[in-house]
């Protein structure tokens, strides 16, 4: 089983504020680092639900807590959290959710998933293997106009036109098909990148982000919560980079005030009230952590807290 460490573990736990007996949601169970920390303090009367759409993560999950009872695993998108939630009897009554986004180690790790660009292996990037679009069919198939435009909205990268370009006159020559063979084409046609990062690292991420629908994915999952979560219950979720995070960032914004529709009213309506509460301010690793796991580095944690209605 390849390792994952998880990030920002104490403090997921102690922002979760974990009562013994409660029920919990980890919307990305990954290797279930964040999920067994989690079962050790809600006691036996505890019970855990935890979603993965990447079946290797679910197959791990199995073998792992096969004998415990208070384990929920469930094969699916975060996206539908809530309408699962609703599904099983418990909506508002989940006493804090998970959030982990972003990729994880062992899908990084393992060359055959596609996502590393600097170990070779299918360009495929796709979190859940049976089904949609991967990476290969994207850069087949996609305008120059299409890579463009993804690779500077998902990926941030100033030299999105340059780099698409140069993948659509190399899809010309030969059918790009291997991860190598993608980041050697993307580090050619990229003049300047950041100093310790690998030239292809803004476009694999863009190309993975598209693949995966991965911030349609993380909106549906935030309104999901607010289904899932009881009054007091803790929204934590933790990102990757500065797009996942604002949209985190954003939807506690919103969510934390009153519809401004309703903006000076002397009644406004429960559904156009508070929803959430944000609790402290945004938390990044220590240096110990980031000494530990490099991995870390860019994370942050954002909590809120459910209002009662």
Same mark, same amino acid.
């Given at each position: 089983m390849l390792?994952?460490?998880?990030?920002?573990?104490?403090?997921?736990?102690?922002?979760?504020?974990?009562?013994?007996?409660?029920?919990?949601?980890?919307?990305?169970?990954?290797?279930?680092?964040?999920s067994a920390a989690i079962l050790e303090r809600v006691g036996p009367q505890g019970a855990l639900i935890a979603f993965d759409r990447d079946p290797a993560a679910i197959?791990?999950?199995?073998?792992?807590?096969a004998n415990d009872g208070r384990m929920t695993l469930v094969s699916s998108a975060f996206s539908r959290l809530g309408s699962v939630v609703t599904q099983m009897g418990l909506e508002g009554a989940i006493d804090g959710v998970l959030l982990d986004l972003g990729v994880s180690s062992p899908q990084l790790d393992e060359a055959a998933r596609g996502f590393s660009f600097t170990q070779d292996g299918p360009l495929d990037m796709r979190m859940d293997v049976s089904s949609g679009m991967t990476a290969a069919d994207f850069v087949a198939k996609a305008s120059e106009h299409d890579i463009?435009?993804?690779?500077? +909205?998902?990926?941030?990268?100033?030299?999105?036109?340059?780099? !698409?370009? $140069?993948?659509?006159?190399? %899809? =010309?020559?030969a059918p790009i098909v291997s991860t190598l063979q993608l980041a050697q084409i993307v580090s050619q046609a990229n003049p300047k990148w950041e100093p310790g990062k690998?030239?292809?690292?803004?476009?694999?991420?863009?190309?993975?982000?598209?693949?995966?629908?991965e911030f349609e994915e993380i909106r549906?999952?935030?309104?999901?919560?607010?289904?899932?979560?009881?009054?007091?219950?803790?929204?934590?979720?933790?990102?990757?980079?500065?797009?996942?995070?604002?949209?985190?960032?954003?939807?506690?914004?919103?969510?934390?005030?009153? +519809?401004?529709?309703?903006?000076?009213?002397?009644?406004?309506? !429960?559904? $156009?009230?508070?929803?959430? %509460? =944000?609790?402290?301010?945004?938390?990044h690793p220590s240096e110990a952590e980031v000494a530990a796991n490099p991995r870390a580095r860019s994370s942050v944690l954002r909590v809120a807290e459910r209002v009662a209605a």
């Open positions: 390792s994952h460490t998880p990030v920002l573990l104490q403090e997921v736990l102690a922002a979760l504020d974990i009562r013994e007996g409660g029920r919990y949601l980890d919307a990305t169970f990954g290797r279930g680092g964040h197959a791990a999950g199995r073998e792992r807590f463009a435009r993804v690779i500077r +909205d998902f990926g941030e990268e100033k030299f999105a036109k340059r780099i !698409a370009r $140069a993948i659509v006159n190399a %899809r =010309r020559e690998h030239p292809a690292t803004r476009t694999f991420q863009a190309i993975r982000i598209q693949v995966n629908q549906a999952a935030l309104a999901g919560s607010l289904i899932a979560l009881a009054p007091h219950g803790r929204l934590c979720a933790i990102s990757f980079h500065s797009l996942e995070d604002n949209i985190v960032k954003r939807f506690m914004q919103e969510q934390s005030q009153e +519809d401004p529709v309703y903006a000076g009213l002397p009644d406004v309506p !429960a559904h $156009a009230r508070p929803k959430l %509460r =944000r609790v402290g301010k945004p938390i």
